[in-house]
């Protein structure tokens, strides 16, 4: 970014991102965690300092720097996760409390007191309504002791879980609302707010070309000797707004209509997967499944091809990264078909890989139909099999969807969502008035100062009673 004056650049800013999970796979449960890690790595790569709180392993340090020390992650509330070994969500309201009551004090004493003393700004991202009462009130603790002038602060929306438990006027009032998708925006009115739209992204390596040999082997290895054959895959929660029951039934009319059909599934331990294989057997389709403990990519095919024919084969094991590509770049289509996806990073990634991705018509602001994607419209299992039967009858139109797709999926890498994200952060801070100049010397922009605050005695009255407060 060029030096200009009131631009946003590392040098006058940085980072704090609060969310519940993180990249520790005891704090991963889903795509936001998938997503904080990625955006921190990011912001840290570009060169912004970004702190990550977040409910960490306890078994791992509480802080620790990466990406040459500019990322660094604080792994918060452990010694409540020690007791709750289950992952992030286990014990999740004591984390919850405990969460709300030290990362505010922690925020402004840490972090934004010393960057206010540099002169520079600092921006706070939350993530999800975990984080929402922990924004209200690192704002009341940032501008009674007058430092809230120095940051933005931003509250993002990814789900619509426990909406219910958020003071959406307060938090309104404190923060700038975003979210990821302008479905999710439309969502939100019903809130009486009207958020910013700042997609999700994915890494620039998902660009990288998949292995060309390792697509073939694994076509082959699903068709089953028969070129005809479809080949699908599915890869999520087993949560019924995948609409699994939809891609099973997709798959039983396609082979009841004389077209044979392989489909991969990967699920999670969710009790609605039960019922869409108790479906899919019902429905007369083979099912095998497929257990292992981390194989590598070949590893993969193999256990696949010795698994012998099949439908579906279940595969109830971690799909590492570059078999998942694979598949994606292999299978005619992959099964994307959410019916309420707020922003459908799966499909991103399948374009990516030149893969076709089906999904649905929710949050993939960027799917347009039969250009760089199949977007389904409905429910009925039909329009699925309708448009793949279409596409094995128009070879042609498989290469333009991969070709669209991966066009697509360039726009969506995360250099380019952060570009997004400063673009809207300098037009909230020139609305908030924060001066923005380049840093030239050690003395602080002209702003309010922050406290002089000695490392062991508070300044003020006021500073000694929320240090007490925070047992400080």
Same mark, same amino acid.
């Given at each position: 970014?060029?030096?200009?004056?009131? *631009?946003?650049?590392?040098?006058?800013?940085?980072?704090?991102?609060?969310?519940?999970?993180?990249?520790?796979?005891?704090?991963?449960?889903?795509?936001?965690?998938?997503?904080?890690?990625?955006?921190?790595?990011?912001?840290?790569?570009?060169?912004?300092?970004?702190?990550?709180?977040?409910?960490?392993?306890?078994?791992?340090?509480?802080?620790?720097?990466?990406? +040459?020390?500019?990322?660094?992650?604080?792994?918060?509330?452990?010694?409540?996760?020690?007791?709750?070994?289950?992952?992030?969500?286990?014990?999740?309201?004591?984390?919850?409390?405990?969460?709300?009551?030290?990362?505010?004090?922690?925020?402004?004493?840490?972090?934004?007191?010393? &960057?206010?003393?540099?002169?520079?700004?600092?921006?706070?991202?939350?993530?999800?309504?975990?984080?929402?009462?922990?924004?209200? %009130?690192?704002?009341?603790?940032?501008?009674?002791?007058?430092?809230?002038? %120095?940051?933005?602060?931003?509250?993002?929306?990814?789900?619509?879980?426990?909406?219910?438990?958020?003071?959406?006027?307060?938090?309104?009032?404190?923060?700038?609302?975003?979210?990821?998708?302008?479905?999710?925006?439309?969502?939100?009115? =019903?809130?009486?707010?009207?958020?910013?739209?700042?997609?999700?992204?994915?890494?620039?390596?998902?660009?990288?070309?998949?292995?060309?040999?390792?697509?073939?082997?694994?076509?082959?290895?699903? %068709?089953?000797?028969?070129?005809?054959?479809?080949?699908?895959?599915?890869?999520?929660?087993?949560?019924?707004?995948?609409?699994?029951?939809? &891609?099973?039934? !997709?798959?039983?009319?396609?082979?009841?209509?004389?077209?044979?059909?392989?489909?991969?599934?990967?699920?999670?331990?969710?009790?609605?997967?039960?019922?869409?294989?108790?479906?899919? /057997?019902?429905?007369?389709?083979?099912?095998?499944?497929?257990? *292992?403990?981390?194989?590598?990519?070949?590893?993969?095919?193999?256990?696949?091809?010795?698994?012998?024919?099949?439908?579906?084969?279940?595969?109830?094991?971690?799909?590492?990264?570059?078999?998942?590509?694979?598949?994606?770049? *292999? *299978?005619? !289509?992959?099964?994307? =078909?959410?019916?309420?996806?707020?922003?459908?990073?799966?499909?991103?990634?399948?374009?990516?890989?030149?893969?076709?991705?089906?999904?649905?018509?929710?949050?993939?602001? /960027?799917?347009?139909?039969?250009?760089?994607?199949?977007?389904?419209?409905?429910?009925?299992?039909?329009?699925?099999?309708? /448009?793949?039967?279409?596409?094995?009858?128009?070879?042609? +139109?498989?290469?333009?969807?991969?070709?669209?797709?991966?066009?697509?999926?360039?726009?969506?890498?995360?250099?380019?969502?952060?570009?997004?994200?400063?673009?809207?952060?300098?037009?909230?801070?020139?609305?908030?008035?924060?001066?923005?100049?380049?840093?030239?010397?050690?003395? &602080?922009?002209?702003?309010?100062?922050?406290?002089?605050?000695?490392?062991?005695?508070?300044?003020?009255?006021?500073?000694?009673?929320?240090?007490?407060?925070?047992?400080?």
């Amino acid at each position: 970014m060029m030096k200009l004056d009131g *631009a946003i650049s590392p040098e006058n800013t940085l980072f704090v991102l609060l969310c519940f999970e993180g990249p520790d796979i005891y704090s991963t449960a889903g795509g936001l965690g998938t997503r904080i890690a990625e955006l921190s790595e990011a912001l840290a790569t570009q060169g912004y300092t970004t702190h990550l709180i977040y409910i960490g392993d306890s078994q791992k340090p509480s802080v620790e720097h990466r990406i +040459e020390g500019r990322l660094i992650l604080k792994r918060w509330s452990q010694w409540v996760s020690q007791y709750y070994p289950n992952g992030v969500y286990d014990g999740e309201e004591q984390k919850l409390y405990d969460y709300n009551e030290s990362v505010p004090y922690h925020i402004y004493s840490e972090i934004v007191r010393p &960057a206010a003393a540099e002169g520079k700004m600092v921006v706070i991202m939350g993530e999800d309504w975990h984080t929402a009462e922990a924004m209200m %009130r690192t704002s009341d603790l940032l501008h009674w002791f007058g430092l809230r002038q %120095r940051t933005l602060m931003l509250w993002n929306l990814n789900s619509l879980m426990s909406l219910h438990r958020i003071d959406w006027g307060r938090l309104n009032f404190v923060t700038t609302l975003c979210t990821v998708s302008k479905y999710m925006k439309h969502k939100m009115w =019903n809130y009486s707010v009207n958020p910013l739209v700042i997609p999700n992204g994915i890494p620039a390596r998902y660009l990288q070309p998949v292995d060309q040999d390792a697509v073939t082997r694994l076509r082959a290895v699903a %068709r089953q000797n028969d070129p005809r054959r479809f080949f699908l895959f599915k890869i999520g929660r087993f949560d019924p707004d995948k609409r699994w029951m939809m &891609a099973i039934e !997709a798959a039983a009319r396609l082979k009841e209509s004389g077209h044979p059909v392989t489909l991969f599934v990967r699920g999670g331990i969710e009790p609605h997967g039960a019922d869409v294989l108790r479906h899919a /057997y019902h429905r007369g389709l083979v099912i095998r499944d497929i257990e *292992a403990k981390r194989p590598n990519l070949q590893q993969c095919i193999d256990l696949i091809e010795q698994a012998g024919p099949a439908d579906v084969y279940n595969l109830r094991f971690f799909l590492p990264e570059e078999f998942v590509r694979v598949a994606y770049a *292999a *299978a005619d !289509a992959t099964l994307a =078909n959410s019916g309420h996806e707020p922003f459908g990073l799966v499909a991103l990634e399948v374009m990516a890989a030149q893969g076709i991705a089906v999904t649905g018509s929710t949050g993939e602001d /960027y799917a347009i139909s039969f250009e760089n994607a199949i977007v389904t419209e409905t429910e009925d299992p039909d329009e699925i099999v309708g /448009y793949l039967l279409y596409m094995q009858r128009h070879p042609e +139109e498989q290469e333009r969807i991969r070709q669209g797709g991966y066009r697509t999926s360039s726009q969506f890498v995360w250099d380019r969502v952060i570009a997004n994200l400063v673009s809207k952060l300098e037009f909230l801070a020139r609305k908030q008035n924060v001066p923005l100049l380049p840093i030239q010397t050690n003395v &602080a922009l002209h702003a309010p100062s922050a406290p002089q605050i000695s490392n062991t005695k508070p300044a003020s009255q006021a500073e000694e009673k929320v240090a007490e407060k925070h047992g400080v």
